[in-house]
C-alpha cells in the first residue's frame, strides 16, 4: 500500500513540475497577449476569475473574449460579455444585409474578371488581325 501512495504522489509531483515548466515557456514572450493565451493554454481552468473547474475535458469557448469557460460561465452574458453580445446583435440588427452584400461583390468581382479575359481575348485577336 505505502509504495501505491509514493508512486502516487511521484507522478503529481511530476505532473505539476511540467505544468510549472510549461508555465515558463509560456510566458517567456514580450508579447503579452502571446502570454496570456499560453496561459489560458497551459492552464485548463474556467477563464471566469472566480471560478476553478476544469476546462480541460469540455469547455466552452466564447467567440467575444476568446476565454474558455466551464458549462455554468459558457453563457457570454455570465461571465461578463453580456456588453459585447448585446452590440453584434445590434450590428446584425443594423446591418442585416452584409452577407448577402458580400455575396453579391463576389458574383460582380467574377463579373469583372470574366469581362477582363473577354477584353484580353479580344486585344489578342485584333493584334492577330494586325499582323496578318
Ligand atoms: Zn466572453
Ligand atoms: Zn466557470
Redesign the pocket.
Known sequence: MATVTQTQTKSQESKLKSKNKNLEEATNSNDLDTVLNNIKKVDNTC?FTKCKNRTSDFAIQ??????R?CTTHGL?EI???GE?VRRDEKRTFLHPHTKLSQEKHAQASDKLAAKLKQMQFERKAKQCKGKK
Request: proline share 8%; charged share 10%.
Open positions: 477563464s466564447c467567440k467575444y473574449c476568446t476565454g469557460f457570454p461571465h461578463g460579455c459585447a
